[in-house]
């Protein structure tokens, strides 16, 4: 039995408690046959199916279920209420030989108990207001995973979950084969069978696509695009959270200089990358928290068209003079960094060029540099990034991580060592206090402490876009997430897709 969610009891003391107790029966299948099978086209594969090690971990994995979910408003709502052998997910995390990036994301759990079939408590080591949306984890059966090492576990490619679907087989490199779940306590799917492909060629994916091989595939803005005066198929632009800009690392002599941070921040043109890059499919980007955010501050917005006027005056009053090539010097110091940008993606190697364009402008020179992520990883400290993140969920989610100096210089979480106490006092109130008042000031105040310390650039919010026949119905587009691919994308609820 898998009882739906039906309370929920917290304290806000230093160590809370979370209880979740159910005990309302599953829905009864309805026994109707499902249709077609549907084939969808990503770019990205999973490296594992299991959640503990990060699949699916914000509810969407369509193979398992968290505690709670979202809807189609990201809002949360009742999930599952565990059984006792289901508890292994969250002690697993938590166990140290288990090789899960998700272990600092529940570092406040002190311990997962479960007193009865239908309860689980959760014990806090320190509030954290946030905490129930870290329950769209999917949970894992424990007896599967018993005495095994669950980094190589099998469990990881061939998984047994509550979702919607199975798993009828994977294909490294090709596809994820999905079936319905003909138990599922949510009702059967309306489909039988889900093909994801997984296609990491922008171009072969659209070819295939205009093929008729799919029925549903992520492309880029400008792919996409071709497809929208064909009454074939139509185009899908979903509002997201996911944002791209350049890192600026504080270990970079030039890029260490506030007044050349600031000056890049008024030289870019934003609008003219959200029109000639993305195609419109996007929006200039002020700050880490999307304009879809409850939490977003409307003060923190600028110019999206570039100033470089205002930019050079800035740089005259810092020094920073023109010198030979028109490059700008500061005691002896040309005005000068390299912009590295991940060489097989195309859109950040577009930005990357469109950011050493509007600096050359101001008097700096840019050099953009297309490497593999191990020769970018160990650069980071020194040389700027073109970065791509973003939640549409809690604030705290990323901006945590990437932007508190307990973290700075920690792989990808705050690579460029950007370090403020205003910032921190700032992230630490948005997570300790449970009033949404209080919570709300405090992303504000962390806001405008980016806006005036420019440890990114932030440059654009993108639209995901994806393409679908149009005899695809039920599709429910929601605000995305910076990760997408067979979790987290736009068929989230293929469970209730038909074709007509």
């Not at 270990?251 to 003219?272: I, T």
Request: proline share 8%.
């Amino acid at each position: 039995m898998r009882p739906t969610f039906r309370r929920l009891v917290a304290s806000t003391a230093a160590a809370g408690m979370l209880v979740l107790a159910g005990c309302s029966a599953p829905a009864t299948p309805d026994g109707t046959s499902g249709g077609a099978t549907l084939v969808v086209a990503t770019s990205d594969e999973p490296d594992a199916l299991n959640p503990v090690l990060n699949y699916g971990v914000d509810g969407a994995s369509l193979i398992f279920d968290g505690l709670v979910t979202r809807d189609d408003d990201n809002r949360l709502v009742a999930g599952l209420a565990t059984a006792l052998p289901e508890l292994s997910t969250y002690q697993a995390v938590l166990d140290p030989s288990v090789d899960s990036t998700l272990r600092s994301d529940l570092d406040m759990v002190e311990s997962v108990t479960a007193p009865d079939a239908a309860t689980v408590v959760f014990r806090l080591r320190y509030p954290y207001a946030p905490f129930l949306q870290r329950l769209t984890l999917g949970i894992v059966p424990a007896k599967l995973l018993s005495g095994q090492d669950i980094n190589t576990a099998g469990f990881n490619r061939e998984p047994i979950g509550t979702g919607p679907y199975r798993v009828e087989s994977w294909t490294p490199g090709d596809r994820l084969v999905l079936t319905a779940n003909e138990s599922y306590f949510g009702g059967r799917p309306k489909n039988n069978r889900v093909v994801v492909a997984f296609v990491a060629d922008d171009n072969v994916r659209a070819q295939r696509m205009r093929a008729g091989e799919f029925d549903a595939a992520e492309l880029p803005p400008k792919l996409a695009s071709g497809f929208d005066t064909d009454a074939t198929y139509r185009v899908q632009r979903v509002p997201t959270a996911d944002y791209r800009g350049v890192m600026l690392p504080t270990g970079n002599p030039v890029l260490a200089d506030p007044a050349v941070r600031r000056a890049l921040n008024l030289a870019v043109d934003r609008a003219a990358m959200v029109s000639g890059l993305l195609g419109g499919a996007g929006e200039p980007a002020f700050g880490p928290i999307p304009p879809t955010s409850e939490f977003a501050d409307p003060a923190i917005v600028g110019k999206p068209t570039a100033d470089p006027t205002a930019a050079g005056a800035l740089l005259d009053a810092a020094g920073w003079t023109p010198g030979p090539g028109g490059v700008r010097v500061k005691d002896g110091r040309p005005a000068r960094f390299t912009l590295m940008y991940p060489a097989s993606d195309t859109l950040r190697k577009d930005l990357a060029l469109a950011v050493t364009a509007d600096a050359k402008k101001i008097g700096i020179e840019v050099t953009p540099a297309g490497l593999t992520w191990d020769a970018i990883d160990p650069r980071m400290k020194s040389d700027a990034l073109l970065m791509g993140y973003g939640t549409p969920y809690d604030p705290d989610f990323v901006s945590y991580k990437l932007f508190g100096s307990r973290f700075a210089g920690q792989g990808y979480f705050n690579p460029g060592s950007y370090r403020s106490e205003v910032t921190d006092s700032a992230l630490q109130e948005g997570r300790d206090q449970i009033d949404p008042a209080l919570r709300k000031a405090a992303y504000a105040q962390f806001q405008k402490q980016l806006a005036t310390d420019v440890p990114w650039l932030f440059l654009t919010y993108l639209r995901h876009t994806y393409v679908l026949k149009s005899s695809v119905r039920g599709v429910a587009p929601r605000v995305e997430a910076h990760e997408h691919g067979v979790a987290n994308s736009l068929w989230w609820n293929i469970d209730t897709w038909t074709r007509s």
